[in-house]
């Protein structure tokens, strides 16, 4: 929602200035003329103060893949399509989306198309979708068209689960082990290093260490969160320039045993994404364009774009990914069946299906094989620091 400063006349001839909220430009013009008023003028207030703020995302994917599969079940059951929307509206728990769906529905009743409508809300409702539903109207298949995208949206929302599961478990248990030893060093090592000095013992090598790095930790630990802030900066930074970003990009699929998991993931959607499309007889091209932004790693989307290039030279989309490192033999293989068969849509399905399986399984093994050497690490790192003060604990108990 947000706030927009209007001039109006009244009917009485009354020059008014005054402040409304609404959800685009267009419904606060609809407002005003709806109290009657000669509106002269009509501006959006960006002031911060004026705006709604989101941590991230306005709506969470979880949200937007019910409402799309909600919003698939209720067409397929025969009810209106503004009558869907509303009821969508009501239900929702999303302020956002309730928003937008209200102002959705008010819109479509005027006779503006549901894409159309859409298409002002790019961060709720993205390119692909407002695209597919385009094409759906056209060709008078909605109701197929939002099944399919439904359907594609929760495919993308387990890949993603998947991936950010697998990925996120070793940095929590990175973290967890970072902090324990920090905790150790900080505030355990301290007390049995003062008790070792005040008997005046020689101590083993492995405590006079512990100690040492005790107090390094202690006077210097900013030297341990300065970096850590840089490297975020940084690498936003860097992410900005897009010959960085792809070196970014290309480094990710190369890393040892994340990378291969990743680059299957980043197929998966390609493939599902590009037979959604061309299913939904959206043009070879066009088709190639819209997957090529929806696809997040600019490596592949480099690819496609060469691979659309290839076509209007009359030559096969598969040509440019011939002995590209990314693409494995399996899709090109199948995309030159389907392109001689005509099924191009069917095979890209089937290689989606397949790289949704393998990605889940990938997700286990990474998980299965990250989680002991996660554990040996955090159980090495903090033996280390026991074992730096039980061992002198020993010798002074020898002692006496």
Not at 97 to 105: N, P, S
Not at 123 to 129: Q, R, S, V, Y
Not at 291 to 312: D, F, I, Q
């Amino acid at each position: 929602m947000a706030t927009y400063a209007y001039k109006a006349k009244t009917q009485d001839g009354k020059i008014i200035k005054g402040k409304l909220e609404s959800i685009t430009k267009r419904s606060a013009l609809n407002e005003l003329s709806q109290m009657n008023l000669i509106v002269y003028n009509v501006e959006p207030l960006n002031s911060f103060l004026y705006k709604d703020i989101y941590i991230g995302s306005p709506l969470k994917q979880k949200d937007f893949v019910l409402f799309l599969r909600q919003f698939s079940t209720l067409m397929k059951a025969g009810l209106l399509l503004v009558e869907s929307i509303d009821l969508l509206a009501d239900q929702t728990d999303s302020k956002p989306l309730k928003e937008a769906l209200e102002q959705v529905a008010s819109e479509v009743k005027e006779g503006v198309s549901l894409s159309v409508a859409m298409e002002q809300y790019p961060k709720l409702f993205p390119e692909l979708l407002v695209q597919m539903i385009n094409t759906g109207e056209v060709s008078g298949q909605l109701e197929e068209v939002l099944d399919r995208m439904a359907t594609y949206y929760e495919k993308q929302f387990r890949i993603k689960q998947k991936v950010s599961t697998a990925l996120t478990y070793p940095v929590v248990i990175a973290s967890f082990a970072m902090i324990i030893t920090i905790f150790l060093l900080v505030f355990i090592v301290p007390i049995f290093g003062d008790m070792f000095t005040s008997f005046g013992e020689e101590l083993p090598l492995i405590t006079k260490v512990v100690l040492s790095f005790s107090e390094f930790v202690q006077q210097f630990w900013w030297l341990f969160i300065i970096p850590i802030i840089l490297l975020i900066i940084a690498f936003n930074q860097f992410k900005k320039y897009e010959k960085t970003a792809y070196y970014l990009d290309q480094l990710s699929l190369k890393i040892p045993i994340i990378g291969n998991f990743i680059q299957k993931a980043v197929l998966a959607r390609m493939t599902q994404t590009l037979s959604s499309l061309i299913n939904s007889s959206v043009p070879i091209l066009e088709a190639l364009e819209v997957t090529s932004n929806v696809v997040s790693n600019r490596v592949v989307k480099e690819v496609l774009e060469e691979s659309g290039k290839a076509l209007e030279k009359g030559e096969s989309l598969a040509k440019p990914m011939e002995g590209h490192w990314v693409f494995p033999p399996l899709i090109i293989q199948m995309i030159r069946v389907g392109e001689s068969s005509g099924a191009l849509d069917e095979m890209l399905k089937r290689v989606a299906d397949i790289y949704d399986q393998e990605v889940e399984e990938a997700s286990d093994k990474l998980q299965s094989l990250i989680e002991p050497v996660m554990i040996i690490l955090l159980a090495g790192i903090v033996g280390f620091i026991v074992m730096s003060i039980v061992i002198p604990m020993f010798s002074l108990f020898e002692a006496f």
